[in-house]
């Protein structure tokens, strides 16, 4: 029921772990679905230069996972916003339907971590000034 | 690679000396059993003998016993038949929590052509307690169905002693006995049950078979209607090679049980047994003792279950789980949470069902394998933190 990608992403997860200093952290998804994603980024002068991530979910929630962190590397801030779970599913060759709504969580984990992100630098901003 | 199969809950696979039992219907005897010339006189003494094997092993009479196509057709014509025949007497039906979706369903559609359906807890184990049947009944009550052994956690109910009650009471009771005819004794009188549901294919037997005990005076409306095959009460051209099959499948499971259950429950219990101590943060689902012999039902924490049966299959194993994933729908097993588990635990689960071909090294196999592909799917899991446990357990 999956393509060839979903279970390459599955079987070899890229970027699996966290990253200590991480410049923004975001978590989506919860226990009661049985899909939860955590991605950890850093970024460097407006750019994502690392991205990590655990996921607790089905072989779609874990490859979801893994591609975004793929994408997301050496994209501005403004070019990661524009990443769509739909997005995400595509460049895995597509997700089985039933996949496509709870275990599709990685653009929506990242814009939180992109968020964490702002917040930190707006509240830097805040204290310098 | 050797496959090593371990989902015979989900079915089994037939037997060779069932598909030679078949064969002859399938091939040259093609006679329909309600025709009085000689190809329709041999199809009726095959299926006249089924009927008398069959019903010799569950202690009924041939008259008794209703083919159908299969479990959950049985649980269908228990339920509805006997809820529409009965209507007059009332509308209150008895069930359990943890019950297959075929009765589950099918009283849950009972409920939108008002019958009132009381759905009885079970507790941790997954046991029906016999005094919350009683104490549920009413003036209405006109049924109860309580499985015979559970196909996700393999507890077994107390089904003579809930018998008991209800004979006093004279209130229908049905048992989905789907995973235990073929499997460990399963006799009517015994057990004091009025209708009783089987499956060929959960006993090394065909697909698309199956047949419902009713016992002698039981009232029931049937669910297909046509001719008068099966005494009237389930009308269509009988399946006479998958009957014929079911018969000899039964026979033989009958012929090897006792040895079958000391080996599996053996083999069941050396799994348990090192699951749990292989890796920690594992519960067991289901009873400890009164369980099938073939069934381990496991909970590991912090982890997804198809993820699990992805990697499990990846090493040539073959197995389920009760996680929402796997289900196709976006609940976990409505078993497990009636167990008291939480969600996220529910999703963890993996059950294993052993059968007659499973070996001791299949079992040494999936020892070796398990913890590793736990260990990975924790380490790559949000809710697991190792170094936090290793400080507090």
């Not at chain 2, 003998?49 to 041939?62: K, N, Q």
């Not at chain 2, 009650?165 to 048992?175: A, D, M, P, S, V």
């Not at chain 2, 049980?257 to 083999?267: G, P, S, V």
């Not at chain 2, 912090?302 to 993820?307: A, N, Q």
């Amino acid at each position: 029921m999956y393509s060839e990608k979903v279970m390459d992403h599955f079987t070899n997860p890229r970027n699996v772990g966290e990253i200590p200093d991480a410049d923004g952290v975001g978590t989506e998804g919860n226990a009661v679905c049985g899909d939860i994603m955590k991605l950890w980024i850093k970024v460097e002068d407006g750019r994502i230069v690392d991205a990590r991530f655990k996921t607790f979910g089905c072989g779609a929630a874990i490859a979801t996972s893994s591609m975004i962190t793929e994408l997301v590397k050496g994209k501005t801030i403004e070019e990661a916003l524009q990443i769509s779970n739909t997005a995400v599913a595509e460049a895995l060759d597509g997700l089985p339907p039933v996949k496509m709504h709870c275990s599709n969580l990685a653009a929506d984990a990242l814009r939180k971590a992109i968020d964490d992100y702002l917040a930190k630098q707006k509240g830097a901003e805040d204290n310098n000034g | 690679m050797n496959r090593i199969y371990l989902d015979h809950a989900s079915t089994t696979p037939m037997r060779p000396e069932v598909l030679e039992a078949m064969l002859p219907f399938l091939k040259g005897e093609y006679g329909n059993p309600s025709s009085i010339y000689g190809e329709g006189r041999e199809a009726r003494k095959a299926l006249d003998r089924a009927r008398d094997r069959i019903a010799t092993i569950l202690g009924a009479s041939p008259r008794e016993i209703i083919f159908t196509s299969g479990g959950s057709e049985a649980d269908n014509l228990a339920i509805k038949g006997a809820a529409f025949a009965l209507r007059d007497r009332g509308n209150h039906i008895i069930t359990s929590a943890i019950e297959h979706h075929a009765v589950y369903n099918t009283c849950r559609y009972l409920e939108k052509h008002g019958f009132r359906i009381t759905v009885l807890p079970v507790d941790s184990y997954g046991l029906v307690d016999p005094s919350a049947v009683a104490a549920a009944l009413t003036p209405e009550t006109i049924l109860v169905s309580i499985m015979h052994a559970n196909n996700e956690i393999g507890t077994i109910q107390p089904i003579a002693e809930i018998s008991k009650i209800l004979k006093e009471r004279k209130i229908l009771f049905h048992t989905d006995a789907v995973q235990t005819v073929g499997h460990i004794p399963v006799n009517v009188q015994e057990l004091g049950v009025d209708l009783l549901s089987l499956s060929a294919h959960k006993f090394y037997g065909p697909k698309g078979v199956g047949a419902l005990y009713v016992r002698r005076g039981v009232r029931l409306d049937p669910l297909i209607h046509g001719g008068a095959q099966e005494h009237n009460r389930r009308a269509g051209t009988e399946n006479v090679a998958g009957i014929v099959g079911m018969a000899e499948a039964l026979v033989l499971a009958a012929s090897e049980m006792d040895k079958e259950i000391e080996r599996q429950q053996e083999l069941r219990d050396k799994l348990i047994t090192g699951i749990m101590e292989s890796i920690p943060h594992t519960r067991l689902n289901g009873h400890p003792k009164k369980r099938l012999p073939g069934n381990v039902n496991v909970c590991f924490e912090f982890i997804e279950g198809e993820s699990l049966l992805l990697n499990l299959d990846m090493q040539g194993i073959a197995a389920s789980s009760g996680s929402a994933c796997t289900s196709g729908s976006l609940e976990p097993s409505h078993v497990l949470l009636a167990l008291g588990l939480p969600h996220e635990i529910a999703h963890g689960s993996l059950r294993l069902t052993l059968g007659r071909g499973t070996s001791a090294a299949d079992i040494d196999n999936v020892l070796e394998a398990l913890p590793g592909i736990v260990d990975r799917l924790r380490q790559m899991s949000p809710l697991y933190d190792a170094d936090a446990f290793c400080k507090t357990h």
